[in-house]
């Protein structure tokens, strides 16, 4: 019997995981996150299906860059859709030249939601690497753009490695539930809900993220940039490689999705 329950178990977690991600309707602002993965897209119709704002990816480690991004950041701004942009961080690599990836990268302007940094794995580093890492990469970028930068991370994540680490940043989690809201351990709040990974909309081919942001539409602008001069007047110059390599923690890495 035990063993015909733990059967039916499981073949209820793959139908959910199959499942196609519904809207919710109880929140009132609603976006959704991209990177090249979803090629081309529509931001018309996007912005046509009550979506309000958007993440797209923009750079990853040192020296990648999403291959779409200008693109999709130009075409968000004139579909009206307010945009956001995010560096998928990777421990093993000098913090500093991975923020200065980004903002090379990034031109924030006006009503631009904040830079967000994406923490999901450790890549076998130690969890106080991977917090010196994180701290390193947040301040230098909200130094940059003078705006705290958002930490995105799925929920087990948020909780083992990041939570305590990361006071005072709005919080973006990934937890794909149709029902159970994130439970962020310490008392954190979080911003930005990441509630399913299937959702399908007219103007993009496939599957893509779905958000919704706690908050009104009011409060989704109050936490936008609210500068209209330029905020890069020239492009960082280059910092050497760091010398030593970070200490790798024992046991195995957490898998990526980036």
């Known amino acids: 019997m035990k063993r ?16 196609q991600t519904t809207r919710r309707d109880d929140f009132a602002v609603h976006g959704i996150d ?14 046509s299906q009550n979506v309000h704002f958007a993440f797209i990816k923009a ?18 701004k004139a579909a009206g859709i307010r945009r956001g942009a995010y560096h998928f961080f990777r421990p093993g690599v000098s913090a500093e030249l991975q923020a200065r990836n980004f903002i090379a ?12 940094l994406d923490v999901e794995v450790t890549d076998g580093y130690t969890a106080d690497a991977l917090a010196e890492g ?36 709005p919080v973006w989690v990934a937890r794909y539930s149709s029902w159970r809201k994130p439970a962020l351990a310490d008392g954190y709040d979080w911003a930005f809900w990441q509630y399913g990974n299937r959702g399908h909309l007219q103007g993009i081919d496939g599957d893509v993220d779905f958000n919704v942001f706690n908050g009104s ?10 500068r209209p001069a330029p905020l890069l007047n020239r492009m960082p110059d280059p910092v050497p490689p760091v010398a030593e390599p970070l200490p790798r923690a024992k046991g195995e890495a957490i898998a990526a999705n980036p």
């Open 134 to 169: 994180v701290k390193d990469w947040l301040a230098i970028v909200e130094d940059n753009y003078k705006i705290k930068p958002v930490v995105y991370s799925n929920q087990k994540f948020f909780n083992q490695y990041l939570a305590g680490q990361v006071q005072d940043f």
């Open 59 to 76: 750079t990853e480690g040192q020296t990648m860059q999403d291959t779409l991004f200008c693109k999709n950041w130009d075409e968000m």
């Open 34 to 47: 991209v990177s090249h993965y979803q090629k081309q897209i529509d931001w018309g119709r996007i912005a």
């Open 217 to 226: 539409m009011a409060d989704l602008t109050g936490l936008t940039l609210q």
């Open 105 to 116: 990268t990034i031109d924030l302007q006006h009503g631009d939601l904040p830079p967000v």
């Open 4 to 19: 015909h329950f733990i059967l039916l178990g499981a073949v209820a977690l793959l139908a959910a995981c199959n499942e």
